[in-house]
């Protein structure tokens, strides 16, 4: 019997009261009732207020919204083997297709949080045997349960990477090899039982994907799989991640390939959720820390929009925050990444960065950057809010003129004799007295060495008000007449 339909049962098993009865009487007919009951009443009804608990267990797991507790919470139901509950709470999340905030399915979290045994706590060593012993225990109540299913295999995908990764660093041995292949036969055989089972689910094709690819499927093959996947459910995004892990060079494609199969996906779907399956596609390559080191063309700027869009559609997460600042940062867009890492403050996430010696490096990398390029972009804010009065306009001929009269001979000098490129333009802060209190040149990279040191002590015409910027654009310095 469902769950939903046992919660009444509990109320059926307590003695109908009168509403004149005191607390009293009510706990004597209680009492009573209890003491009457037949050895088969008192089984339903301790059967009914099991069932209500566990009904209870499924509501407030559906209603969590911190990703971590809600895999905390799914681990601890498989250890104490509430696999009813499970298959419950993972029915509702599938079919209501049910998400975190910035866009993580649920249903994926639930299957990632039971698929090894090392979510039972930091420096404990993984009981597989035991963990095994648990999935094969659901499998075999839960008959009919294709999320029983799919959680053996996925575990037993991991048990056969696990083969490879205790082999010597760089080297497979023989022994592990059978391993990893005896496992990854096993993952397939569960998945391939599962197929027959009327429940689906969308992550059987992101857990068959992966064995097909580890165990080398022709490449057709793999393509038809997918297709299959996302005609089932279109909207499961890891499945388009696996699809471009495969079209990875060094995988099984070459380079280019992720980056069109990116495109033509999220051109296909179009719209915000193309762009927002633009951003899934990209940073599942970008945060991957060996499939990042590869070439990789991928377009910046639909990123961005792709997770503005996502953001917009599923709220903001500090893990999605995370992956955002990583990925500007490999775009090399150090003033968008400095601007997230503030946000971020010491919120890092270990599985985005790896160590935070690297989330610091890549902080300060960031802020010596954008700081200066920032400072810019404030002062020529300055500038442009000055320039629109008419006493701004008139100040800023007044400057170009002085500068040209005084300054033009000095530039001539300065731009034949760069070693790099020269000042295009100036943004002077003026004091009081027309005394210079900070200049900036661009581009920023430019060589000023030359510039800078003859123009620190110069005065010009006192400023509208103190902390005046201004701008001088060296293009239009009028170099001096020869005679």
């Known amino acids: 019997m469902a769950l939903a339909g046992l919660a009444l049962c509990a109320v059926l098993a307590v003695p109908r009261l009168q509403a004149q009865d005191s607390l009293g009487d009510i706990a004597r007919k209680i009492r009573n009732a209890k003491e009457g009951e037949s050895p088969e009443?008192?089984?339903?009804?301790?059967k009914a207020q099991q069932n209500a608990y566990d009904l209870n267990l499924a509501m407030n797991l559906i209603a969590e919204k911190d990703p971590e507790q809600y895999s905390a919470s799914v681990r601890l139901l498989l250890e104490q083997e509430k696999f009813v509950v499970l298959d419950d709470v993972a029915a509702a999340e599938r079919n209501n297709k049910t998400r975190f905030a910035g866009g993580e399915w649920k249903l994926y979290?639930?299957?990632?949080?039971?698929?090894?045994p090392w979510g039972s706590g930091p420096g404990i060593p993984a009981d597989w045997n035991a963990f095994f012993g648990r999935l094969n225990r659901w499998v075999a109540q839960q008959p009919?349960?294709?999320t029983a299913r799919v959680s053996l295999a996925a575990a037993e995908l991991m048990y056969a990477q696990q083969a490879k990764a205790i082999a010597p660093a760089g080297s497979a041995t023989p022994e592990s090899m059978r391993l990893f292949t005896e496992r990854l036969k096993q993952a397939e055989t569960t998945l391939n039982q599962a197929s027959d089972l009327q429940e689906k689910c969308p992550e059987w094709y992101d857990v068959m994907m992966q064995v097909g690819r580890a165990e080398g499927w022709e490449m057709e093959d793999l393509n038809v799989l997918f297709q299959r996947a996302v005609a089932f459910e279109p909207q499961y995004h890891y499945l388009y991640e696996q699809q471009a892990y495969t079209l990875m060079p060094g995988v099984r494609g070459h380079e280019g390939e992720p980056?069109?199969?990116a495109e033509e996906t999220a051109n296909k779907l179009g719209g915000k959720p193309g762009d927002i399956l633009y951003w899934h596609i990209t940073q599942s390559i970008l945060t991957n820390a060996e499939l990042s080191k590869l070439p990789q063309h991928f377009v910046w700027s639909r990123a961005l929009i792709g997770y503005q869009d996502l953001v917009e559609q599923y709220g903001a997460s500090a893990q999605r925050q995370n992956q955002i600042a990583l990925m500007a940062a490999k775009f090399g867009d150090y003033t968008t990444a400095d601007d997230l890492l503030l946000?971020?403050?010491?919120?890092?996430?270990?599985?985005?960065?790896?160590?935070?010696?690297?989330?610091?490096?890549?902080?300060?990398?960031?802020?010596?950057?954008a700081g200066p390029f920032k400072k810019i972009i404030e002062a020529y804010k300055a500038v442009n809010m000055n320039i629109a009065t008419p006493e701004g306009q008139q100040y800023d001929r007044q400057v170009a003129k002085e500068f040209s009269a005084r300054f033009a001979r000095v530039l001539q000098d300065c731009t034949a004799g760069a070693n790099g490129p020269a000042p295009t333009l100036l943004i002077v802060q003026m004091g009081k007295t027309g005394a210079?209190?900070?200049?900036?040149?661009?581009?920023?990279?430019?060589?000023?060495?030359c510039l800078r040191p003859r123009l620190e002590k110069a005065m010009f015409s006192p400023p509208p008000k103190p902390e005046y910027w201004v701008r001088v654009n060296l293009g239009d310095v009028q170099q001096p007449v020869k005679r």
């Open 109 to 116: 979290t639930l299957y990632q949080a039971v698929e090894s």
């Open 144 to 146: 009919a349960s294709i």
């Open 41 to 46: 009443a008192k089984a339903a009804s301790g």
């Open 436 to 449: 210079i209190q900070q200049m900036m040149v661009v581009p920023e990279n430019a060589n000023d060495a």
């Open 343 to 369: 946000q971020l403050g010491d919120h890092w996430d270990k599985s985005v960065w790896g160590s935070q010696e690297y989330f610091d490096k890549v902080k300060a990398w960031a802020r010596n950057s």
């Open 259 to 261: 980056e069109k199969f």
